[in-house]
């Protein structure tokens, strides 16, 4: 296989065995390779700081400032990707193994090889490195579309939970929410509250003033809820239709009294002209609010039907205005 101009450093303090390896490779016709030299590891570190573009470095492990491991070490320590061959002359097969264990590409005895073997040492070293090279680039690659399909799959999973509308949680999320904060409260002893709401006459608004326009007002209503429901832990959901649902943990039937209030008045401040309403002039909402300390001797189901039912009474009280029912006792 013929490989193009190859950049090796030496780094041997016996001059003979420097002339060696030149007569080596210039004795193989179908090895094209450039060969410097420098005595001292510390002169061939210099060399490869100044002059980097070497494809690998013959490295002799008995030098005037270092020996043994201590130069295989330092060389590992300053350029950790550059392919490196062990040259040694009594080189215990112990030793051998730990360098190839630890980087080296090749330990290869003084006296012991041809310029078939070294060539052949050579050649693999820079393949292995070659196929070291393509591999990290194929594992950044992979990070990159692992990121990738993380953020994907995020935006995926959004997607699946949040009302493509109003852009707060739907129904599912809701469920999701809702079932989790039960066992969690359960398990604690902590109250959950309910308000479930619905913007009065809303069909009415639509007859009026056409699906655009409500469809903008159910997302001013969305975020106007949120701005007031705005614990990390609160979960404010478009329950259906024009129909809101904020899951309220760890607070009591009073707090939560509070928080509808508190939307009733926020969405009243809207000022959202609704001449089609019998309630007044402006878009407005009627809330029903339950509490409870989770149990297992009480539904899930059953806190939900309550705020329900209370929602039902805000309205027969005459909308635009909440209604809740005592917490359940057990």
Request: hydrophobic fraction near 40%.
């Amino acid at each position: 296989m013929q490989i193009g101009d190859t950049r090796i450093l030496m780094i041997e303090d016996d001059k003979q065995d420097v002339e060696i390896i030149k007569e080596l490779l210039e004795g193989r016709h179908s090895f094209s390779a450039t060969l410097e030299h420098r005595k001292t590891l510390a002169e061939g570190i210099a060399r490869l700081h100044h002059h980097p573009a070497f494809d690998l470095i013959l490295l002799d492990l008995s030098l005037t400032d270092a020996h043994g491991l201590e130069a295989f070490q330092q060389i590992q320590l300053t350029f950790p990707e550059m392919p490196l061959i062990i040259l040694s002359g009594n080189l215990d097969p112990l030793q051998a193994l730990h360098l190839l264990q630890h980087g080296a590409q090749d330990c290869l005895f003084k006296g012991h090889f041809d310029a078939t073997v070294l060539c052949c040492s050579i050649q693999f070293a820079l393949e292995r490195q070659n196929l070291r090279s393509e591999l990290r680039e194929k594992n950044e690659s992979l990070k990159k579309i692992s990121k990738e399909l993380t953020i994907a799959n995020r935006k995926l999973e959004n997607i699946a939970v949040i009302d493509s509308l109003t852009k707060i949680s739907n129904r599912r999320r809701f469920d999701t929410v809702f079932m989790s904060e039960w066992v969690r409260l359960m398990r604690e002893g902590q109250p959950l509250s309910l308000i479930l709401c619905d913007v009065d006459h809303f069909k009415a608004y639509n007859d009026t003033y056409g699906h655009p326009a409500g469809d903008h007002c159910l997302q001013q209503v969305a975020h106007a809820i949120k701005t007031v429901a705005k614990r990390p832990a609160d979960c404010v959901a478009r329950y259906g239709g024009e129909e809101f649902a904020v899951v309220l943990p760890n607070t009591d039937q009073s707090g939560a009294v509070h928080v509808a209030e508190a939307i009733r008045a926020e969405i009243e401040a809207l000022h959202i002209p609704h001449i089609s309403s019998s309630v007044g002039h402006w878009i407005s909402l009627s809330l029903g609010v339950a509490s409870v300390i989770p149990k297992k001797e009480i539904a899930p189901s059953q806190l939900i039907e309550l705020a329900d039912q209370s929602l039902y009474m805000a309205k027969e009280q005459g909308r635009n205005c909440l209604h809740f029912f005592q917490p359940i006792q057990m």
